[in-house]
C-alpha cells in the first residue's frame, strides 16, 4: 500500500515554462486536493476534488490547473510559471464525505511533497 | 487575516519536559480540529483529531479544544529527541481545513 506519491520530488523550471505535478493514491479515496506551503504560511489550498469528473477551485488557485478524469489520480499543472509559484508543493486525499460528527472530520493523508523552484 | 493563528516558535526544550503548543481560530463555524505532525522534508501526518470542545488524549499526547475562547491546545508529556518536529494545528467545518503556520520543537537529549 503505497498511500499518496507525488512525483517528481524536486524541480527546477524557469520562468514561463509549464509543467505538471503528479499526484497518484492506491486507497480508493474520494476526497483528492494540492496545497502550497511557503514558510510562515502555513498550508494552502490550491484546488481540490470530491471525485472523478469534479474540481473546484481553494484558497489560491491562480496560475494552476487541475483535472480529475480517475479515482486514483489528480495531477496540478502549472500553466506559466513565475518565481512566486517557488514552493513545497503536498498532495492530500481521504474518505472524506458530508456528515456529521466525528465521521466529518476530514483527515487528510499527505505525500512527501514536490519542491519546486522557478527561476 | 489567517483563520487560524499558530506561534511558529522555534520552541527547543530538555528530553523529558512537558511541550505545550497552541493555536486560536476565528471561524466560529469551525467543529473539527486537528494536529498533524511534520518531519524535515517529509509530508504531514495526522497526529489527533477532535469533534467539537474538550480534551482527547493518546498515549503521550493530549489535544484540547475551548470553543468559548477559540483556543487550541497539544500537550506532549515526557517529550523525546523523536519528538522534533513541526505541528500543525487545523481547522475545519467541512472539507476545507485552515492550517497554522507551524511551531518548529526540538527536543533536547
Known amino acids: 500500500n503505497a498511500g499518496v506519491t507525488q512525483t517528481p520530488k524536486f524541480q527546477v523550471l524557469k520562468t514561463g515554462q509549464s509543467m505538471t505535478l503528479q499526484c497518484a493514491q492506491d486507497?480508493?479515496?474520494?476526497?483528492m486536493s494540492w496545497y502550497r506551503q511557503d514558510p510562515g504560511m502555513g498550508l494552502r489550498l490550491i484546488h481540490y476534488?470530491?471525485?472523478?469528473?469534479i474540481t473546484d477551485q481553494g484558497e489560491v488557485p491562480n496560475g494552476y490547473n487541475v483535472s480529475r478524469s480517475t479515482t486514483e489520480d489528480f495531477p496540478l499543472r502549472l500553466l506559466s510559471a513565475a518565481p512566486s509559484q517557488t514552493s513545497v508543493y503536498f498532495c492530500?486525499?481521504?474518505?472524506w464525505g458530508p456528515g456529521t460528527g466525528t465521521s466529518g472530520a476530514n483527515v487528510l493523508t499527505f505525500g512527501a511533497g514536490s519542491r519546486l523552484t522557478v527561476l | 487575516q489567517k483563520e487560524v493563528e499558530q506561534d511558529p516558535g522555534p520552541l527547543s526544550v530538555p528530553e523529558g519536559a512537558i511541550v505545550s503548543l497552541n493555536c486560536t481560530y476565528s471561524?466560529?463555524?469551525?467543529?473539527?480540529f486537528m494536529w498533524y505532525r511534520q518531519y524535515s522534508r517529509k509530508g504531514p501526518e495526522l497526529l489527533m483529531y477532535?469533534?467539537?470542545?474538550g480534551n482527547k488524549e493518546d498515549g503521550r499526547f493530549t489535544a484540547q479544544v475551548d470553543k468559548s475562547s477559540k483556543y487550541i491546545s497539544l500537550f506532549i508529556r515526557d517529550s523525546q529527541p523523536s519528538d522534533s518536529a513541526t505541528y500543525l494545528c487545523?481547522?475545519?467545518?467541512?472539507?476545507?481545513?485552515?492550517f497554522g503556520a507551524g511551531t518548529t520543537v526540538t527536543v533536547r537529549a
Open positions: 492530500a486525499s481521504s474518505y
Open positions: 471561524n466560529s463555524a469551525f467543529q473539527y
Open positions: 477532535t469533534y467539537s470542545s
Open positions: 487545523a481547522g475545519s467545518n467541512d472539507y476545507k481545513l485552515s
Open positions: 486507497m480508493n479515496h474520494e476526497y
Open positions: 476534488s470530491v471525485g472523478a469528473g
